[in-house]
């Protein structure tokens, strides 16, 4: 996840011109342990290309050194562009920007067929290769995904905790069904390097995406026939190839967090260019990441900052689109519900000619339109899915909907959504597409969240005001992680009085929790008349 954070925080800097309770059992010792696959976010992979001077010149990313130098070299143009931004003409900047941008990342660009102007490589992608044992060991702990996270979840490992823990790689560019084709060839490779049956997948953001998209090829790849040999059409597969690839068996827990399953908000956003930077969101994400128990986005909830809007309109057209508008992963971004008006607005004759549009339509109609089916499908041949999102955020990047600030909440988990800012009405019948079991309640205590209709509403976790990437950050959804990456049978939202489906963020920040007697945590209802618990969150 830093490396996302990272990602954007580099964008953002070039935008403004530079300147800106886990279960324990007493046969714990005798408990199955399995390996565990990290799935990171968008980003995640360091690729390089060979270069005259250089055999592994790393093109992703950029290192703070380059952008030091590009700010240094660039000070009059720089300066200059702010006066002008100042005076309301922000394209000066913007050309600068755009200009080194290119210049920096241009070998990330696809052409207008949807292949690459450069090649590129992973560094490592091979179960040899990719454990934390050997990175620590032979690369310095380079190439290692989520470090805050791994130690904590993976100590029940014990002393096979490294050799034990897989950094998946892949060129996140590319469609995401390439992507899980990489994760199945990991899988079978860490079984076979572990000697073990089956492995964990522990997924973040886009990593859930592609988890979630690696599990639905392998209910495809289980009901055979017609439907294999499609997805193997756009793989390059033989029917019975991918059948013996995706195999559900191979997983024992997946556990995804913070996922991309349905898309992400900014991808929208980038490719209409519909950029409104939403100030306050962004204040109090940051906030939640540095854990600051002192309000600061306060300071612009009463003024949006909208003079930015233009500049970063002006920048990503042309300057990212040139670059993003012929990545699969981005167009795979988009939100099923929006995939149409997107490419009836944006891919032109010059993205139409290209596979990933037919790889994406395919990705869309097929594989994300049946998402639900197929999760159950592959929970039915043994893998026990779990989910964990956030919710009650706008997007930094604009859209009114509520997410964790990136993601939005009905695409991480299939819920249907009340508008935003608003509740569903007095005597809403939830939908009951994926459980109609009349002794469940799916519907969150706020009225604003239906997950009887979502991909697990079983397994699905909402966190209300878990922010993008803060998953280790927040005490409770940190334990429920732990727990389903760690169980050995399956958990549902049913089954732990302490994690229901829904609960509020524990993050620092947010200073104050309250318990009343009968609703849960953060929850008030007619029902309730005493305060059973007052207390103050305080940093670890």
Partial sequence: MKKLHRFLAVLLVLCLGFSSVFIVTDAAAEEQIYPIIVVAGYGGTSLYKVSPDNPQDNVWYVGDSLITDA??????????????????????????????????????????DGKPVTELYRYHYTAEEVNTKYLNEEEDGKYIHETEIMPYITQNLGEKA??????????FRQNVIFCAKDLALLVKGAKEFTGQDQVNLFAVSHG????????????????????????????????????????ARDIHNSVITVPAIGGALLAYDVLTNNLAFDEETLLYFLENGFMWETDYNWLVRAQQLGFLDELLRCFFDPYVMQM??????????????????????????????SDIIWHSDYFHYTVLANMAENLQKVEELGVNVSIIAGAGA?????????????????????????PWGQRFANGYQTRNTQCD?????????????????????????????????MTYKDDYTRILMKTLVESNEKITVH????????????????????????????YVSADDHTLTCLRRATAK
């Avoid at 592609?210 to 033989?238: D, N, P």
Wanted: charged share 20%; net charge negative; proline share 4%.
């Fill in 208 to 247: 859930g995406q592609v988890t979630a998209a690696y599990l639905a090829c392998c209910a495809i790849a289980a009901r055979g026939g017609a439907e294999a040999a499609e997805l193997g059409e756009h793989l390059g597969l033989t029917a019975q190839e991918v059948m013996e690839l995706f195999d």
């Fill in 495 to 522: 089954d732990m009085e302490a994690y229901p489906q829904f609960h509020e963020s524990t993050n620092v920040c947010e200073s104050v929790y309250a318990e009343f007697g009968t609703s849960k945590t953060g």
């Fill in 324 to 353: 993003l508008g012929y990545w699969g992963s981005m167009w795979d971004f988009v939100q099923l519900e929006k995939y149409d008006e997107v490419k009836k607005q944006v891919a032109s004759e010059r993205f139409l000619r």
């Fill in 162 to 171: 490294e050799e034990w823990t897989f950094n998946f790689t892949t060129d």
């Fill in 71 to 112: 700010v240094v070299s660039h000070i009059p143009e720089i300066l200059v562009g702010l006066l002008r931004w100042a005076l309301g003409n922000p394209k000066p900047l913007a050309d600068t920007v755009g200009r080194e941008f290119m210049r920096l990342c241009g070998d990330l660009a696809y052409d207008e």
């Fill in 394 to 418: 706008p997007a930094v990047s604009g859209s009114r909907e509520t997410s964790d600030a990136i993601i939005p909440l009905s695409g991480a988990t299939g819920a249907a959504i009340a």
């Fill in 437 to 469: 079991d009349p002794t469940h309640n799916h519907l969150s205590p706020a009225m604003d969240i239906d997950m009887s209709c979502g991909y697990l509403p079983e397994s699905t976790w909402i966190v209300d005001g878990l922010f993008h990437g």
